[in-house]
């Protein structure tokens, strides 16, 4: 366990003085300075900061990455910016996405015509299978 010590005068003798929203508030002897200890931050699995980055360059909104990994969409843009990464800039395409199990993975991929006029990339999110397909838009004629 890692040693408390004052962030004023890094005095390392020091009182407990109550609990201040749930974290104990310590109160140093040398200075009288009142301070609570940090929160640890929630660490989240490196494998749900792997997967939304792929999703996000894959095209998938924010908002959508947390309704599919229930991860905040706050949280996905800070690391997109922490790891300075830059979504796609092709706008003639527009992923779509679908959750399948095994079977119906199985399923679609026995169609021959599952992905005429589309690319895709399939994913595992835990026992399941998130399929991306790319579509191209279609320009209205005014």
Same mark, same amino acid.
């Given at each position: 366990m890692q040693e408390i010590v004052c962030p004023k005068? @890094?005095?390392d003798v020091l009182i407990k003085s109550g609990i201040v929203k749930g !974290?104990? !508030?310590f109160r140093c002897k040398k200075c009288d300075y009142f301070f609570t200890v940090l929160k640890e931050g929630k660490n989240i699995d490196p494998y749900y &900061? /792997? @997967?939304a980055l792929q999703l996000y360059i894959e095209g998938v909104t924010l908002r959508e990455i947390e !309704? /599919?990994?229930g991860v905040s969409h706050v949280s996905v843009l800070n690391w997109v910016k922490k790891?300075? &990464?830059k979504a796609p800039e092709n706008y003639e395409y527009h992923p779509t996405y679908t959750v399948l199990n095994h079977t119906e993975l199985l399923s679609f991929? =026995? =169609?021959k015509d599952s992905l005429k006029g589309a690319g895709c990339i399939i994913t595992e999110l835990g026992d399941k299978f998130m399929m991306i397909k790319w579509e191209r838009f279609r320009k209205s004629k005014v």
């Open positions: 005068c @890094k005095h !974290r104990q !508030r &900061v /792997i @997967k !309704r /599919i990994l790891y300075n &990464v991929f =026995s =169609s």
